[in-house]
């Protein structure tokens, strides 16, 4: 297929900034780079405008967006309401050869449905388990109707894909059949173990009392309840470290009361963010929600080994004994005993670092975003026409 027109229902983007955003904007720079014809339906950004300029055009894709109520407690999260025959009239004008459902919940549940009923093939690509959140923000009773929604969305699709094995197994448990893997890239360039800066070190971290560096300790992702991070609370009193934070979210002030002696950098991005990474000695994840854990594999790539939980994404990124350690989800004590390991033996975590900064070469968002393409091409194949109902 030489060239083609994609929908791009994406549940979030710009200027929310996170895992889904992050993959919609770097297949929107292939896509582009294609020369195909691309829409993106996108929730509106009411608010953020001021701070954080809403373009109609990104990549070369139109930008369309549409009614968004904030989540409570978390206003930079938008959920974007509307009934189906609105999205339906959009996907009619625009004509898509295919329809990109960016993990579907509420918008692409409407965007399914609308899509299904002018018969135009989809790819929904599962990204965020929203079940396994409910528990996590005190609404457990709401977790049986999420998985309900999340089946009804994807066994609608004409094809699911998943980014890691847990999920796909997850969701071919819950008898979605047309599940294929689809991984995540990461930019090898701006995340390299070069960026290491030793300036920013000696500032964050400074000197232990035999005058060695202190060990620096990482997190990067959003301050979120569903990020577990007030589980880094069994690393603060390393003698000899120092915990940085970076991002942020609605549980930053929660965050910093519980973890005083941590660094808080705020969100970071581009450069920074890559300058960052690669100075950590040591990147801990205790999210046990993550479908992949993008934030896992820069750090990798940026040369620092990896102490996460031993559940979903992680589990296809961490190779336990050579890339970093997996913890058993929940037990903190074995989290803080990986992390000793690591950072008591300089020769052993320069050995990981060194096979965590291999095994991510070659992942480059070019090839993951032509596997995106093939997808699209197989199910465009299975539905030739469309209806114009």
Partial sequence: MDSVRVAIVAESFLPQMNGVTHSILRVLDHLQERGDDVLVLAPSGEGASAVFPLPENVSGARVVRLPALPVAGYPNVRVAFGMVPKVKRMLRAFAPDVVHLASPFELGWRGVRAAHQLGLPTVAVYQTEVPGYAARYGVPFLENW???????IHLLADRTLAPSTFALNQLRGRGILDVELWRRGVDTVRFHPAKRDAAWRA??????????????????????????????????????????????????????????????????????????????????????????????????????????TGRGGPLDLVE???????????????????AVDLLGDDAKRAAFAEAAHRSVQGRSWRSISQQLITHYEDVIARRPAAVAG
């Fill in 203 to 308: 500032t964050v971290g400074g000197l232990r009392e035999d005058g060695r560096p202190v060990k620096i300790i990482g997190y990067v992702g959003r301050l979120a309840a569903e990020k577990q991070v007030e589980d880094l609370r069994a690393l603060a009193d390393l003698p000899g470290t120092r915990l940085v934070v970076v991002g942020d979210g609605p549980l930053r002030p929660q965050l910093e009361a519980q973890l005083p002696h941590a660094h808080f950098t705020g969100f970071q991005g581009g450069e920074e963010l890559a300058r960052i990474v690669a100075s950590f000695d040591l990147f801990v994840h205790p999210g046990e929600f993550e479908t992949f854990c993008q934030t896992i594999q820069e750090a990798m790539a940026s040369g620092v080994p990896v102490v996460a």
């Fill in 320 to 338: 336990n004994s050579k890339t970093g350690w997996l913890y058993s989800p929940g037990d903190l004590k074995q989290m803080r005993s990986y």
């Fill in 146 to 152: 999420a998985w309900q929604r999340v089946e009804a």
